[in-house]
């Protein structure tokens, strides 16, 4: 996750406060995905962008995640994600972004 990013998400946390923000990850591969997940609820692990040493226990999800689906209009699925739905592993994404939520998010939906 660029340091850009990683700041305006930190800007989100302290305006709203972290119990009101959610990060929704649409990462192409699993590794990236725990990564930037890490990134946003236990800090940055690379100690390199505003999150370092920053756990804003953010809650972060996949966009494949069963619970983010549900919430989008299906029109708007079909036209913008279902074609990487079908071309990336989604079980394996959401999988590793919810081990890390599960481990480090403070918060829920």
């Known amino acids: 996750m660029d340091l850009q990013n990683q700041q305006r998400i930190k800007d989100a946390a302290e305006k709203f406060g972290a119990d009101k923000v959610v990060v929704i990850l649409g990462s192409s591969d699993a590794e990236g995905a725990e990564i930037y997940a890490e990134t946003v ?14 756990s ?3 809650p972060v999800y ?9 919430e989008c209009d299906p029109a708007a699925w079909e036209e913008q994600i279902s074609m990487m739905e079908m071309v990336l592993e989604p079980d394996a ?8 939520r599960e481990q480090y998010s403070k918060n829920a939906l």
């Open 41 to 54: 609820s236990n800090g940055d692990p690379t100690y390199a962008g505003p999150l370092a040493g920053v």
């Open 56 to 58: 804003l226990g953010l």
């Open 62 to 70: 996949h966009i494949f995640e069963s619970e983010i689906r549900e």
């Open 93 to 100: 994404l959401a999988a590793a972004v919810k081990g890390i």
